[in-house]
């Protein structure tokens, strides 16, 4: 169905439903409730990251899990993206369809110049190439750029700003056509509470069609060759094709994944700043796509989830909530586990992040995905030979 | 000309600080075959033992000094610093004023230390892997590092300054006939430069003359020939971390006065030390230390205002941009062996 | 009628001549081989004809256009096939994959953005791929991993993709080398029902006698970087110039 055969289709569907009834299945505890305070993550700005992060995790591993070419500099492209939509909102009006076209341009024209050259090596160097040209468009937008970025003061949406499709009476936050994007519905039942966030929605519409395109993408003809062109390269160009457009249309198509991301970012908080481009913030797009699953389709998209809920989730803890939490155990035990935990809480999460990181790239290279996997396979023997064949196609 | 001179000096010890931790980096993926994405974090753990020494150093108690009284009579409190209490206070003074030299002696056997726990522990469980799942690890952990250095140090700078007989300046300039103050330059950097010269030429001594770096250098040549000879290559790779995981923690340590240390200079420190490291030519030592300086002095004069009035920013990326010259002229960087890392 | 065309095709590595004036001629229809002893030059010659290497000097003309100059992808879009000495294939996918991206870089070209229709859907290609693999033998074998494959049948493997391709010259370099005596024989036999099958042109460079005479319909002896002779099997295995150059000291 859709082009998709049955297996593609009922991952796609999952991811839809996913998606459409995130805000219900994120808050499975009562909103009032310690728990729910914790572990909730059904409210529109942390939902809003899970997508936005996924589409650029999808972005990503059309790139690294097809072809393996590690790109360590991919967050300047969602940096792009964010300043071109600002640009668009001070420019014409707070719309954020023209905001995010243009993101999506402005990151594939940047994407086709770096990947240019970029590509002109592999391995190691073409890592360290695309850190290069990274770090200088951090660096030049501190500094050189001022006027386009606004430096670290951040880019903006001012009143003077010429907004000249702007209406009297249109909303003065980015909208679609008047839908406003931080506008909501809130659905109380019971102790719980739902909000259903416009601005959600449209991130994870976009969300869907990008899966949707990297499935279609990761089974085309050209999916084949970019995994053919990660396998050996000069077999490639001795069976007469050339791996240098199908590269430069990955790294293209992968730098508009991030563009649109960054222009989402910028559609549901208008304003943005260099450290979107830090080298940090691409690592960490490589540790989220690690995370899920290089190479397959459903990882990246898990990886980007995990992480930004943990972030949120384990920075949020304190020692007061831990001390709540072990308030059934005898004092001096309850003591001693917060003084152990604490490191890894609160501020301590890029530690906890840092251990997870390693410690699936020590034991489960094929992140969760494989684990995932691993876990199927013990079920049952007869299965195992199904297990073995979905390890070998780039599925899930 | 003094402009150009104190400009080339500038260089000098930025430039060193990238050619030592360049140095490591090449002689770990030289002999190990790994890039470690940590070895900036084993520099930043250097500054931190220096800054852990002065602390130390500094620990008092309070005694209370009978032949003094304080403004309402009562016997004096005076702070007083252990090592005065055990070695004289003569002798304690000295030692804390001397404390960021003193920490090389700590430096090395400590980090001698935490390269072989970690070239055991981890790096040897990822030989056979790919070089991508390198890179991924060691960055993780080059994160965790840096975090545990935050939890415990915060995360401001912390000032730790040089012994006060290297506090002022140098006229260098009045050495080589300038005017007076032409070219004035800080004691310490002067110092740091030449630490590092002394440095890079052992390393190189000890390979070049020793039967030990002999095998090392067979073995950065081809591996698999010297493991058939029966020599044990392994117990002498983790020999080479340790070496590489020192002389990047010396580093570290002379380097505390110079940049006050914090938890991200290990993050900072590393991405340009991998460029330094692929413009130089991957695998290759004089390659790592002559792109190390030459990225430092070129970093120097990219900052000097007449440059900066010409191509506004220039400053900010001179190294990235030279890193992308260079290797799209030469392919392999300055002095790299063809094939490495191309994979 | 000859299908490559070598003409005066010198090398130099600093010092050394690595070919000097070469000229060859394969005629179309047949299977020619290049033989000579180590470091004769076989291998720099190869690299020219498959635009790896660029010669100093000279012309190479393949069925009348020249491929100095052209990438390696480009020559082999013109009909020029290579077989390596240890198999390149794509290790990490699936034998029937391996099969079906020549068959796309057969009929779209060097490069297409065909991102979107999944390759399951090209009835023609998967076809085309699985007739392929039948006639090797290894349709049994197409969901396997290509890593997995034993020695021999990648190197059948790697012969299904070039000749999917229906090439009009089938490089071979050293195609037997390092193999075992069964797996040698066995190579021979493939390479001789090829040939019967398919009547497809074919240029090997060998260092086994044996295989060289019982494959081979030409014979181009080369030394120190110059063809010595050229002449059928039969007529070369008694020349005393080859046994000299070939086999060390003519046995007078």
């Known amino acids: ?396 | 000309m003094d402009a150009i001179i104190l400009q080339i000096l500038n260089g000098l010890d930025k430039g060193s600080a990238y050619a030592l931790i360049a140095l490591g980096l090449t002689l770990i993926f030289g002999t190990l075959g790994v890039v470690n994405f940590a070895h900036g974090a084993l520099f930043m753990v250097g500054a931190f033992v220096a800054v852990t020494v002065q602390k130390l150093f500094s620990l008092s108690y309070i005694e209370i000094d009978e032949t003094r009284t304080d403004f309402l009579g009562n016997p004096l409190k005076v702070e007083m610093p252990y090592i005065d209490h055990w070695f004289g206070s003569a002798t304690g003074a000295w030692m804390q004023d001397w404390s960021v030299p003193l920490s090389i002696l700590v430096v090395v056997p400590f980090m001698f230390l935490v390269g072989f726990v970690l070239e055991r522990g981890l790096i040897k469980h990822f030989y056979k892997r790919p070089h991508a799942d390198q890179i991924l690890v060691t960055f993780g952990l080059a994160i965790v590092i840096g975090e545990i250095i935050k939890a415990l140090y915060g995360a401001n700078p912390i000032q730790t300054p040089p012994p006060s007989a290297f506090l002022g300046t140098v006229d260098v300039g009045v050495m080589l006939g300038f005017e007076p103050n032409a070219i004035a330059y800080p004691t310490w950097r002067m110092v740091y430069f030449a630490f590092s010269a002394v440095i890079i030429a052992c390393v190189f001594a000890f390979l070049q003359f020793t039967t030990f770096g002999m095998v090392v250098r067979a073995g950065m040549a081809d591996r698999e020939t010297v493991g058939m000879l029966g020599i044990d290559i392994d117990k002498r790779f983790t020999f080479m971390f340790g070496l590489a995981a020192a002389v990047a923690g010396m580093a570290g340590v002379m380097y505390a006065p110079i940049l006050s240390p914090h938890y991200n200079i290990g993050m900072d420190f590393l991405v340009l030390s991998f460029v330094v490291v692929v413009v130089g030519g991957m695998g290759s030592l004089p390659g790592a230390v002559l792109a190390g300086f030459m990225l430092g002095i070129l970093q120097s004069f990219a900052s000097m205002n007449e440059v900066k009035a010409l191509i506004p920013g220039i400053d900010q990326i001179i190294i990235y941009l030279v890193a992308i010259i260079i290797l799209l002229t030469r392919p392999r960087g300055l002095m790299g062996r063809k094939g490495v890392m191309e994979e | 009628m000859s299908i490559l065309e070598v003409k005066g095709v010198n090398k130099r590595f600093g010092g050394l001549q690595a070919l000097g004036d070469v000229n060859l001629s394969v005629q179309e229809n047949t299977v020619h081989a290049i033989i000579g002893p180590n470091g004769a030059g076989k291998s720099t010659l190869l690299n020219v004809l498959v635009g790896k290497l660029i010669p100093d000097s000279g012309s190479v003309m393949f069925d009348g256009q020249s491929v100095l100059g052209r990438k390696p992808h480009e020559i082999a879009q013109m009909g020029i096939s290579r077989v390596f000495q240890t198999p390149e294939i794509f290790s990490d996918l699936s034998v029937m994959e391996n099969v079906i991206i020549p068959c796309f870089a057969k009929r779209d070209g060097a490069f297409r953005m065909h991102g979107i229709e999944s390759v399951a859907s090209e009835a023609g290609i998967t076809e085309q791929a699985e007739k392929m693999l039948d006639e090797v033998n290894m349709l049994d074998k197409r969901h396997m991993t290509a890593s997995s494959l034993s020695r021999g049948d990648k190197r059948r493997l790697e012969m299904a993709m070039c000749l999917v391709q229906e090439p009009r010259l089938l490089l071979l370099d050293e195609p037997t080398a390092g193999m075992a005596r069964a797996d040698t024989e066995n190579t021979i036999q493939l390479l001789k029902d090829i040939r019967k099958q398919r009547g497809i042109t074919m240029a090997i460079i060998e260092h086994d006698m044996n295989v060289v005479f019982s494959l081979a319909e030409r014979i181009t002896v080369l030394a120190q970087g110059t063809p010595l002779v050229e002449d059928t099997p039969d007529k070369i295995k008694d020349h005393p110039k080859v046994r000299e150059a070939y086999l060390g000291e003519a046995q007078v």
């Open chain 1, 1 to 396: 169905m859709l082009g998709l055969n049955s297996r593609d289709f009922k991952l796609f569907a999952i991811v839809c439903i996913m998606a459409l009834v995130a805000p219900i299945l994120l808050n499975p505890f009562p909103t009032d409730s310690a728990l729910g305070q914790s572990f909730n993550a059904g409210y529109p700005a942390l939902m809003q990251r899970f997508v936005i992060f996924g589409i650029l995790a999808i972005g990503f591993n059309i790139l690294f899990g097809l072809t393996g070419y590690l790109s360590f500099g991919h967050a300047a492209f969602l940096g792009m993206g964010s300043y071109a939509a600002v640009w668009m909102f001070k420019l014409l009006s707070y719309n954020v369809l023209p905001a995010i076209v243009l993101s999506v341009i402005v990151a594939g024209i940047f994407a086709v110049v770096i990947g240019y050259v970029s590509l002109r090596r592999s391995g190691i160097y073409f890592s360290i190439l695309t850190l290069a040209f990274a770090q200088m468009s951090y660096q030049l937008a501190y500094s050189v750029f001022t006027p386009i970025t606004n430096g670290e003061t951040g880019l903006q949406v001012y009143n003077a700003d010429p907004q000249i499709l702007m209406s009297p009476g249109d909303p003065t936050s980015p909208h679609l056509f008047g839908i406003t994007m931080n506008g909501q519905t809130q659905v109380d039942m019971g102790g719980w509470s739902f909000v259903f966030q416009n601005g959600y929605y449209l991130a994870a519409l976009f969300l869907i069609a990008s899966f949707y395109l990297s499935i279609r993408i990761f089974r085309s003809p050209m999916g084949l060759m970019l995994r053919a062109i990660k396998s050996n390269q000069t077999r490639m160009s001795y069976v007469g094709l050339n791996t240098k457009p199908y590269m430069l249309a990955a790294f293209v198509i992968s730098g508009m994944y991030a563009g649109l991301a960054g222009g989402l970012l910028a559609a549901m908080d208008p304003l943005t700043g260099a450290e979107r481009m830090f080298w940090t913030a691409s690592g960490e797009i490589v540790v989220m796509a690690i995370l899920g699953g290089v190479g397959t389709l459903i990882g990246p998209v898990l990886g980007a989830g995990l992480i930004k809920y943990l972030e949120n989730i384990v920075s949020k803890i304190n020692d007061g909530i831990l001390h709540s939490w072990f308030s059934f155990l005898p004092d001096w035990l309850d003591n001693l586990l917060v003084t152990v935990i604490h490191p890894f809480i609160g501020k301590g999460w890029h530690l906890t992040l840092g251990l997870l990181f390693m410690a699936v790239v020590i034991f489960l290279p094929g992140g969760l995905v494989q684990g995932g996997q691993k876990i199927m396979g013990l079920f049952g023997r007869n299965k195992k030979s199904d297990a073995k064949d979905g390890a070998k196609t780039p599925a899930e």
